[in-house]
């Protein structure tokens, strides 16, 4: 097996699609691991996904944490079967 061949799968961290509970990601780099376009995630923090803001008076950087995210679906999840089981 060649070298390069070795490097070529990815790693985790690099895999889209995989959100880990205990990692921190940039505004980017979640939009290209899930998937979701920017109108999509501005909805979504509407009906309350946290973004996490580090630097000064709240407009540096803006971080969404894996824990969030998960939660966040399942919690949402949970409001769904709930809505439609009492239908």
């Not at 899930?34 to 995630?41: F, M, S, Y």
């Not at 944490?65 to 999840?77: C, K, M, N, P, Y």
């Amino acid at each position: 097996m060649s070298k390069s061949s070795r490097n070529d799968a990815p790693s985790a961290k690099q895999v889209p699609g995989l959100i880990h509970r205990d990692e921190c990601y940039t505004l980017a780099e979640f939009r290209a691991r899930t998937g979701l376009k920017d109108w999509a995630i501005r909805r979504l923090r509407r009906v309350g996904l946290p973004v996490r803001r580090v630097g000064e008076n709240g407009g540096g950087a803006a971080f969404v944490l894996g824990s969030d995210w998960l939660d966040f679906v399942r919690s949402r999840s949970e409001q769904q079967r709930t809505s439609s089981n009492s239908e």
